[in-house]
């Protein structure tokens, strides 16, 4: 054939590989790109496939670690800049640091492989930040450690790692999409604590799992630790289920041992490859992702679900007696079974700290010598909390003696409720109804003993007039910190809401702009009584610290183990 011939023919291939929107991404990806020098397969990844065809606007994933999740968004990208030309997108990680590794070791990879981007060119731009593939752009991006937001308009956005990236800059680059009318966006992460990042997305989706059908009795069932692990011993064939027993017996000789699968029906070790129709995806809640546009497409995956991932692999990093073994459960939960974990260092306040901090007390309709916190909202949260002498302390201990709510029409009536605990000092919440409290604050009644509170700065708190800036994770930690040593305690006839409220003060590692890892508490519920309580314990610590001249009330009182009424 002529040289021409054969242009000719790249040509045609070219335009098919640019126009050929119709093409499933997976047929695309197999047909170019390449991984290690060789055509893409999807086999063993076979659960990939479903996942890069999904068609819905939004699509999330929440997922064990290390089963190829970000390379194959990295190639749906690359498909999607091709069918699209003229178009933009942008891929996150976590870091700005993560940013430039990933340019290195998958990106730039990627498209030194890829014939049809040599074909289309790449404008000679070679940044870690920015790819060109044709008339079309792929903007990285981290979301720790970068310095100016993005500027450009984008098509189409992945967030990779969602749980340890900053969700205020993720929320910049979601508003990169408003005028695109594909408005694309793939948010996949090893998920850490419940109903935050990528726990809480998978919560709203259509939820869906691998289903494996037992290859010997036709049983379908979603695979689990606890239900599917069996081990078996090498010189009898005698199995035994999973259990702390037999987990002793393969730490004590691990070469003795062999970890399987099994069925939970007929209990024989099952095919975990997806060949045949014995895996497919199966959705919990299929209507919520019935409209392509609005409903969220979830999947959930662990390492169970990975043909590739050695049963023996995944046992081994659930005890930490084994060298590859995790420190800690969380960890197991989180990245080998990609599932969030309730507790750990994050969320401090559970069942055990509500029992160790709950004090025998009836709620009073009124006392004195108290201190007041306020976070505002549609109903607004008040905790009073008085300081008392207990038997077993040589010290003050503040207790939550009230808990209740206000509607926000009756804000600016308040004062009614909070006088009936005369307070020693009062802290409230600025926003949203920053008139409102302002007012109440400069009731000439509470002479300079009540502050509306902005965060920010790096000192427990600053003032000026009215306003008090307080950082907010020491507020916060003070409540987290204090409760479950009992530093802090709680009458327990507070209202049913206010345990769960305190759960959900969540604390989640961060990083700054110069790299610098911080800790900073996140919305994974409703929280409003945690705040109240840490505005009450704000005000404490001004009272004592400030000694505001106007300042009267009663003195700490003593107080038995018995139900006491104030």
């Known amino acids: 054939m002529s040289e021409l011939g054969l242009t000719f023919k790249e040509q045609l ?20 790109t390449s991984l290690r020098q060789k055509k893409y397969s999807f086999v063993d990844h076979e659960y990939q496939i479903d996942f890069v065809n999904d068609k819905h606007r939004i699509v999330t994933a929440k997922k064990c670690a290390q089963i190829g999740f970000t390379e194959i968004l990295l190639r749906w990208m690359l498909c999607f800049l091709v069918q699209h030309q003229g178009s933009q997108t942008i891929f996150t990680q976590p870091t700005d640091t993560d940013v430039g590794k990933f340019a290195k070791s998958r990106v730039d990879v990627l498209f030194e492989e890829c014939d049809i981007i040599k074909r289309l060119g790449t404008g000679g731009i070679d940044s870690a930040y920015l790819k060109r593939v044709g008339h079309s752009f792929l903007n990285l991006r981290g979301t720790f450690g970068t310095k100016a937001a993005i500027s450009v308009p984008s098509d189409a956005n992945v967030y990779d790692e969602i749980d340890f990236s900053n969700p205020r800059v993720l929320s910049q680059f979601k508003s990169r999409l408003q005028h695109s009318k594909y408005k694309l966006e793939r948010l996949i992460s090893t998920p850490t604590l419940p109903n935050y990042g990528v726990s809480a997305l998978y919560n709203q989706s259509d939820q869906k799992q691998v289903v494996l059908k037992c290859n010997h009795c036709g049983h379908y069932q979603f695979l689990t630790w606890e239900n599917h692990i069996w081990i078996r011993r090498h010189t009898d064939g005698a199995v035994f289920r999973k259990d702390p027993d037999s987990i002793d017996l393969y730490v004590a000789k691990p070469w003795e041992f062999k970890p399987y699968i099994a069925c939970e ?19 919990a809640h299929p209507e919520r992702a019935s409209d392509l546009d609005n409903g969220i497409s979830g999947y959930h995956i662990s390492q169970l679900d990975v043909p590739f991932v050695d049963v023996s692999d995944i046992v081994k990093a659930s005890d930490k007696r084994f060298p590859e073994g995790y420190k800690k459960e969380q960890d197991f939960n989180n990245f080998v079974l990609g599932k969030e974990y309730a507790g750990g260092e994050g969320m401090k306040i559970d069942d055990e700290v509500a029992k160790l901090a709950s004090l025998r007390m009836d709620m009073p309709k009124a006392a004195s010598g108290t201190f007041v916190g306020v976070d505002l909202g549609a109903t607004c949260n008040v905790v009073v909390v008085k300081d008392f002498w207990l038997r077993d302390r040589d010290y003050r201990v503040p207790v939550v003696v009230a808990a209740f709510e206000i509607p926000s029409e009756r804000l600016e009536y308040a004062d009614n409720e909070f006088d009936r605990y005369r307070p020693l000092f009062l802290v409230s919440d600025a926003q949203p109804y920053t008139t409102t409290v302002s007012k109440l604050a400069k009731l000439p009644k509470y002479e300079d003993r009540f502050k509306i509170c902005y965060f920010g700065g790096k000192k427990a708190f600053t003032v000026s007039d009215i306003i008090v800036t307080a950082n907010r994770t020491q507020m916060l930690d003070a409540v987290t910190d204090d409760l479950p040593k009992g530093d802090v305690m709680v009458a327990d006839s507070v209202p049913d809401e206010f345990w769960p409220h305190l759960k959900n003060l969540v604390k989640v590692k961060a990083e700054d702009d110069d790299g610098t890892v911080y800790y900073e508490y996140v919305k994974v519920g409703d929280d409003h009584y945690g705040f109240a309580l840490g505005y009450a314990l704000l005000a404490r610590k001004m009272f004592y610290e400030l000694k505001p001249r106007s300042a009267g009330g009663s003195a700490p009182v003593e107080i038995t183990g018995a139900r006491t009424t104030l």
């Open 13 to 32: 291939r070219l335009k098919a590989a640019i126009t050929s929107t119709m093409e499933k991404p997976s047929d695309w990806i197999c047909k170019n």
């Open 265 to 283: 029906k007929c209990e024989r070790e099952v095919d975990r490859s997806w060949h045949g129709g014995c895996r497919e995806w199966v959705a």
